[in-house]
């Protein structure tokens, strides 16, 4: 059993939107940035300052704008980047600067042509400097889901007594298993010296489906942080999402953790970053799809219809949809179309209702669903 507090880190404004074909423009990011806020997620990483004059300029405002969010900018491992990322936080109540580098032996080789000692030293170097301008360092050492973990202890030892103030441990490409992301912040927890001055962070991306699993790992294990986006957007197969960790912990009292995220205003958040970025949500996609509270076989509905929890293991209204949703299909009972009839003012009775039952699933067969206007006309046709 684990107890404790969940910070929740949304990156939706930054791992988010390098999605390509998502970009928004400032103004946007401004609307979600401030639901964000009202939403309660603890730290807000509103971009990458160096990366462009815009992104730079959302910062700025982002900071200006947020109240009780903290807000965090992302640099690499170089003074410049540090040195504009905290030029672009300087008006935030709260601020972080997010640095790191690449730690795998991939990266170490290939992307700086570099050795593991002197990683660990630019890696201090990032941190320290980035401490002259804010109290609150975040350190990713990026994929460190395929960093051997004897020299990722190493790292994280080195940046805490720099002092990071939280580590980030990404799983950049989305391979670890569950089991073994867990293991590895296990691992970080029991042989990193100065450990309990620093929070743990969990960065998954969702390349195998595996990001909301390892996330929940990490947090079993010990890590105080994820880090998610809304809709789970982000690189290539995206990040964890926001909503499912955030409803994982809720529906599991057991777990005793827990957020500061408002589960009423998950489903709003979901349909205003999805048409801001003009990236639709898979309507089978867990809490905030479409079809995440319908029912459609006559067995569920059946079910549902006499208990919602036969079938349902949320409340809709508890992440901001109104009800449930019975669908109407070929597929469906005798007790569904009572149901939505009598919704729309036609209380049938047991011979009524076996009558319209045959005429409805001859429409039924013809049309993929049968709607509410569809039904007046089904019992008429049946001469009631
Ligand atoms: O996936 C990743 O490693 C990242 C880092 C930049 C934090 O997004
Ligand atoms: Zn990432």
Request: include cysteine; charge should be negative.
């Amino acid at each position: 059993m684990v107890k404790g507090h969940v910070q929740i880190f949304d990156t939706t404004l930054r791992d988010g939107e390098q999605v390509p074909g998502c970009k928004l423009d400032t103004q946007n990011k401004l609307i979600i940035a401030e639901r964000l806020d009202e939403l309660g997620v603890d730290v807000l990483e509103a971009g990458f300052p160096i990366s462009s004059p815009g992104d730079f300029d959302s910062v700025v405002k982002i900071s200006q704008l947020i109240k009780k969010s903290r807000v965090c900018g992302l640099t690499r491992a170089v003074k410049k980047d540090i040195e504009v990322a905290a030029d672009a936080l300087k008006y935030a109540k709260k601020s972080r600067i997010h640095t790191g580098i690449g730690t795998s032996d991939s990266h170490i080789k290939y992307k700086f042509n570099s050795d593991r000692e002197s990683i660990i030293e630019r890696a201090v170097a990032a941190v320290s400097y980035a401490k002259s301008f804010v109290e609150d360092v975040e350190f990713y050492a990026e994929d460190a889901g395929r960093t051997d973990n004897e020299y990722l202890a190493r790292v994280c030892e080195a940046v805490i007594k720099a002092g990071a103030t939280v580590l980030n441990i990404p799983d950049t490409t989305g391979y670890c298993l569950p089991h073994e992301y867990g293991a590895k912040i296990k691992y970080l927890k029991e042989n990193v010296t100065g450990i309990d001055k620093a929070i743990l962070s969990c960065h998954c991306h969702n390349d195998l489906g595996l990001a909301t699993a390892n996330s929940m790992a990490g947090v079993l294990n010990g890590a105080r942080q994820i880090e998610c986006t809304i809709n789970g957007i982000g690189e290539r197969a995206g990040n964890t999402s926001l909503e499912e960790v955030v409803m994982i912990m809720r529906q599991h009292p057991d777990l005793k953790l827990d957020t500061h995220i408002n589960s009423k205003l998950l489903y709003s958040t979901s349909q205003l970053v999805s048409e801001s970025m003009g990236m639709p949500i898979q309507p089978n996609k867990a809490v905030v799809g479409a079809n995440a509270f319908a029912h459609s076989s006559g067995i569920h509905q059946d079910g549902v219809i006499k208990k919602r929890e036969t079938y349902e293991i949320m409340d809709p209204k508890d992440v901001g949809v109104t009800e449930s949703a019975i669908v109407l299909t070929a597929r469906s009972g005798r007790a569904a179309l009572a149901y939505r009839a009598k919704k729309i003012g036609f209380e049938l009775d047991k011979l009524q209702l076996d009558k319209v039952y045959i005429e409805f699933l001859k429409v039924a067969d013809q049309q993929k669903e049968v709607f509410d206007d569809d039904i007046p006309k089904i019992i008429e046709a049946c001469g009631l």
